[in-house]
């Protein structure tokens, strides 16, 4: 209902109906208020479409018409807020797949033979064998340090120097019948597999 007038202003009162009137009391946003009689709302906060069109006489606004234009939200209408699935990001829907072959069996054979073709690559099948002669060659690695820390505990265990007064502890331990002879033995060995390793080494250099 129109109330007064000031050529393009005008001001309403609040409508009768309560639902509308809570909305427009909400609208306003005045802590502690309570529309009467006299309350008006300017026309300003209307939107062109909330009006009656009636050239020429006071302005009316339509049943049912809300405020919505204020100076908090700079007398404009915010836009409508998007739904939380449209807010949440989908991936796009992958096209159809063209084929250009006569038959669908055709096109499954093909697949098949292009998902297996990785498989069966010549540079999987080097790095393959380069693997396995690595693999090879740690175990032999580890087999020697075995038999070298078995050497040591032996020796930190019997120490050659606990048995150098008592032929009989070493023939019960090493199987000779006098120290001497086992001592021979051993520097013979050592003078072998020195000789062995420098072979080795040579072979490699000259290789």
């Known amino acids: 209902e129109t109330s007064g007038s000031n050529c393009t202003i005008s001001f309403h009162s609040f409508p009768v109906d309560v639902s509308v009137r809570a909305e427009w009391m909400v609208r306003v946003r005045r802590e502690d208020f309570t529309p009467s009689k006299t309350s008006r709302v300017c026309s300003r906060h209307f939107q062109k479409g909330d009006f009656v069109n009636n050239p020429g006489k006071l302005k009316k606004l339509k049943k049912g018409a809300i405020p919505t234009l204020f100076s908090w939200n700079d007398f404009q ?11 949440r990001p989908r991936p796009d829907s992958p096209p159809p797949p063209v084929h250009d072959i006569d038959s669908e069996e055709e ?10 073709d990785y498989c069966i690559t010549p540079t999987t099948a080097m790095v393959a064998d380069q693997l396995a002669e690595e693999n090879d060659t740690l175990r032999q690695k580890v087999k020697e340090l075995e038999l070298h820390i078995e050497a040591l ?6 120490g050659l120097k606990r048995f150098e007064g008592s032929d009989e502890d070493i023939r019960l331990y090493t199987r000779y019948v006098i120290i ?4 021979n033995c051993r520097k013979l060995m050592s003078c072998t597999i020195l000789t062995v390793m420098d072979r080795k080494s040579c072979t490699k250099t000259c290789t």
Do not use: G, Y
């Open 107 to 116: 096109m499954e054979l093909d697949t098949l033979a292009a998902d297996h």
């Open 180 to 183: 001497k002879a086992f001592l």
């Open 153 to 158: 505990q032996l020796l930190s265990c019997f």
């Open 77 to 87: 209408i915010p836009p409508p807020r998007a739904s939380v699935w449209e807010r």
